[in-house]
């Protein structure tokens, strides 16, 4: 597609539900980056794929949240028993090989937890 | 760790006033260096970069100076427009070994006529 594209662009969900963020990223770009601002913070980075590969997973703050991506398409952000803290915007980008530094956000799903 | 401060908003500017946004960094080695802009309902978007000291970033009017003794990267327009109203966001790329921008809090600038 012509950008990267982020759904649900808001999502409220009660405490302990689990919620899936859907990244579809430009087209042809092989890396993936999954970012959290909460409110009155900075972009705090969570997970990062080349491929269908993540090999850097730290910035995920707990074992309730994982991610995957099918090949170089579509990536998948899971978190699992939603605590109030989850509350936050998550940011989806890609950048292509050539230019790895530059990347291209989605505009993001604000996630409420109840 | 790698990391970044920037200045603390709201900025509130009239229309053709001058602009500084302050950013200051800590990183390993000779990181490359951006300024992202957030406008109103979109997604972040490159606004300018530079890759090595002394090297000066720009567009949409918009100037950075990568100094590297005083580990800084200030964001300034000399006369800005009410469309500039955005959050800003400084950020860093430590490259080999790292795979992820490091950014700042954001900033955010209102233009009013």
């Known amino acids: 597609g012509a950008g990267v594209s982020q759904s649900p662009s808001n999502k409220v969900t009660e405490k302990g539900k689990d919620v899936e963020l859907r990244c579809d990223p430009i087209?042809?770009?092989?890396?993936l980056y999954w970012y959290r601002q909460r409110l009155g913070q900075g972009l705090e980075f969570l997970i990062y794929?080349?491929?269908?590969?993540?090999?850097?997973k730290s910035g995920l703050p707990s074992d309730r949240f994982s991610a995957e991506r099918t090949g170089e398409s579509v990536s998948t952000l899971t978190i699992q028993r939603t605590q109030q803290e989850d509350s936050a915007v998550y940011l989806c980008a890609s950048s292509s090989r050539l230019s790895n530094e530059k990347l291209f956000f989605g505009s993001g799903t604000q996630l409420s937890v109840l | 760790g790698d990391s970044v401060t920037q200045m603390e908003g709201p900025v509130t500017l009239s229309e053709e006033a001058f602009l500084t946004i302050n950013c200051t960094y800590t990183a390993t080695g000779y990181p490359s260096l951006f300024w992202y802009v957030q406008y109103p309902g979109e997604g972040l978007q490159l606004l300018l970069k530079a890759t090595k000291a002394d090297d000066k970033g720009s567009n949409k009017g918009f100037e950075a100076t990568y100094r590297k003794e005083t580990t800084s990267f200030h964001l300034e327009k000399g006369s800005v427009q009410v469309s500039d109203s955005a959050v800003y966001f400084c950020a860093l790329y430590s490259g080999a070994g790292s795979y992820q921008l490091t950014f700042g809090k954001g900033t955010k600038l209102s233009v009013i006529p």
């Open positions: 794929f080349q491929g269908n590969s993540a090999p850097d």
């Open positions: 087209s042809g770009h092989t890396a």
